[in-house]
């Protein structure tokens, strides 16, 4: 549990969308630990009633915290409302897993809630999660969204008995609670048309709330498209570590079982996010697997760069130059696959109707690129002499970085890539033809 402290640091600086200027003039509010007594604390507030996996009704709880302020000046009229949601694989895990995460929250100011969720399958396996059906995943995470909502509109309900500002509500997730979180804002009825015959016995989602900011730690989404811009755009924070062996980090089936779709992970969400214009910041973990508090310096690392673009490009709209890729370790697993990133149209919309037409069924050998690790110029040659139209490059976060059209009559190409950083670049030819190169 020790461990978890760490992760608190990351989360802070955190203050989103801001309207009252106070809450920005303050340097310490919300960075520092200003409110050091206990916070004041409201255990098993039962916020709803519903069947779990079982057809049983059960009692839905939440623990609220206030700061108690030490003096007149550090006290505030109301203040932002940080909800945190447990881990646990949808089948495991309670609200006192984050128990001292919500202490340290509220002692940097803010009312933080830790709720409970329903969890379990029907027939769990929990030697073999694989042989698990994925319906019963599936709908379990659909009642973690509902119970979510419901437990956000009843602290609104009760905004002034704990002094929460409803305009700026914050959830942050670990695990199955990042996919609750990612989902909680975004997630809307026509997301679940196709699935309408699991859900129907479920009950209808909740109307979200405006949510300021979701946080994903090692988090996922089903299905990317459900992040969308139609109603609200939700900033979204994502860190993620490149070899995390539980939720994929790109776009892998869930927890690596054969027999279960793909879903998208970090990098999806972060492609999503970039070509809907949505604010984010992404950070990719290089060799950290599900558990980030592993290395333990890794949240140390990172406390700067979240602070500042968390408390200066969100909270005070003042912007700073960071790089969204943090590396850490190396050779210490596979890099991940690169997946090509979802077309953004003129309109800042994807069609999430069809496959994206990057996508393609061919083998990552088709084109050769060599030399590969490359430095300052790459070879491209396209199979059977095939005419060289188009080459694009897209780096992690799906942004395509390069793009080069010919005319004449080649199928072979030497591209410049000196002035790109270095990392795992996608390269798509033709637009069907894809492989990788590493640039040093």
């Not at 430095?375 to 002499?385: C, F, G, H, L, V």
Request: hydrophobic share 40%.
């Amino acid at each position: 549990m020790s461990k978890l402290i760490y992760l608190f640091f990351l989360f802070s600086a955190i203050h989103i969308n801001a309207q009252n200027n106070s809450y920005c003039d303050d340097p310490n509010l919300f960075i520092k630990e200003q409110f050091l007594e206990t916070p004041q604390t409201t255990k098993n507030i039962i916020y709803g009633k519903a069947k779990d996996f079982s057809g049983k009704t059960i009692n839905l709880t939440l623990d609220i915290l206030l700061p108690k302020a030490q003096n007149d000046s550090a006290k505030l009229p109301k203040r932002p409302l940080f909800v945190w949601i447990h881990g646990g694989y949808f089948i495991t895990g309670a609200k006192e897993d984050i128990g001292l995460l919500a202490i340290k929250t509220a002692q940097v100011g803010y009312v933080c809630a830790n709720i409970n969720y329903r969890i379990g399958l029907s027939n769990l396996n929990s030697t073999d999660l694989c042989k698990n059906k994925w319906d019963e995943f599936f709908k379990a995470g659909y009642r973690a969204v509902q119970d979510t909502r419901n437990a956000i509109n009843f602290l609104k309900a009760n905004a002034d008995k704990y002094n929460i500002d409803t305009t700026k509500i914050i959830v942050a997730g670990v695990s199955a609670g990042a996919i609750t979180a990612l989902q909680t804002p975004f997630a809307d009825d026509s997301d679940f048309l196709a699935t309408q015959n699991l859900i129907n016995p479920l009950g209808k989602m909740p109307k979200a709330s405006t949510i300021s900011a979701a946080i994903s730690l090692s988090g996922i989404v089903i299905d990317d498209c459900m992040i969308d811009d139609f109603d609200q755009k939700t900033p979204i924070f994502i860190a993620h570590g490149t070899c995390d062996n539980v939720l994929p980090f790109d776009e892998q089936p869930l927890l690596f079982c054969p027999n279960f779709p793909k879903v998208s992970g970090a990098l999806g969400v972060a492609q999503r996010a970039e070509c809907l214009n949505i604010p984010y910041r992404f950070l990719a973990l290089e060799g950290v697997t599900h558990d980030i508090t592993k290395p333990s310096t890794l949240p140390l690392l990172l406390i700067d760069s979240i602070k500042a673009y968390l408390k200066y490009e969100i909270l005070c709209q003042k912007p700073q130059k960071q790089s969204n890729f943090v590396s850490l370790l190396k050779n210490v697993c596979p890099l991940p696959s690169a997946i090509a990133p979802k077309p953004c149209g003129s309109t800042n919309t994807i069609n999430c109707n069809t496959v994206a037409n990057t996508e393609t069924n061919s083998t990552t050998n088709q084109i050769l690129v060599y030399p590969n690790p490359a430095k300052n110029e790459i070879q491209i040659a396209t199979p059977d002499n095939e005419f060289l139209e188009n080459i694009q490059l897209f780096d992690y976060q799906g942004r395509n970085v390069l793009f080069a059209q010919y005319n004449e009559n080649n199928n072979s190409k030497m591209l410049n890539i000196s002035n790109l950083k270095a990392g795992l670049y996608l390269i798509i030819v033709n637009k069907k033809y894809r492989n990788t190169v590493i640039i040093q």
